[in-house]
């Protein structure tokens, strides 16, 4: 587990990007594209789901918010896991976003499909780290482009 008080994400995600681009191009591997775009879901996490320790302790939740990654390999399957305990998805200002785009949000599988369409974020402000609303949509297309998916567990206010 790594823990990260007070210290700028940003650095660190960049050479997290640059290391697994440089090692997916040594190992010539199908899956290179894959690396880089899997900080989007990383970014995301911390930007978006994890509270401030204030808001955590509020909450009832521990000071420090947790990400985990996990990979699992079950025959030909691949499962990469980005699991945070942060505040969850916030569906209603997706579906809020969405609607003022004039995206469909008839259903949950529309509004879900909304997180990863281009432009969508819940962010209050772009920063350095996320709010583009194009991170999320950059993984989906990688994901869908190498024959995978991305599947999400819809627990608001549990990561």
């Known amino acids: 587990m790594v823990l990260f008080k007070l210290e700028p994400v940003e650095p660190r995600l960049r050479s997290f990007v640059e290391q697994t681009q440089h090692i997916a191009k040594r190992l010539g ?3 290179a594209p894959l690396w880089p775009a899997l900080v989007h879901a990383v970014r995301s996490a911390i930007d978006h789901g ?6 955590r302790l509020a909450a009832g939740e521990a000071e420090r918010g947790r990400i985990a990654l996990r990979a699992a390999r079950s025959g030909a399957t691949i499962a990469i896991e980005v699991h945070d305990d942060g505040r969850g998805i916030d569906w209603d200002r997706i579906r809020e976003r969405a609607a003022a785009r004039g995206s469909n949000i008839d259903s949950k599988d529309a509004v879900q499909a909304n997180l990863f369409a281009g432009g969508v974020s819940t962010a ?3 920063t350095d780290i996320s709010g583009r609303g194009v991170g ?5 297309t990688v994901v869908h482009d190498l024959g995978g998916s991305i599947q ?3 627990i608001t206010g549990g990561g």
Do not use: G, Y
Not at 50 to 55: A, L, N
Not at 136 to 140: C, G, I, V, W, Y
């Open 136 to 140: 999320m949509s950059a993984l989906s």
């Open 29 to 31: 591997t199908k899956w």
């Open 124 to 126: 209050q402000e772009v």
């Open 50 to 55: 994890i509270e401030v320790p204030s808001e």
């Open 152 to 154: 999400l567990d819809r």
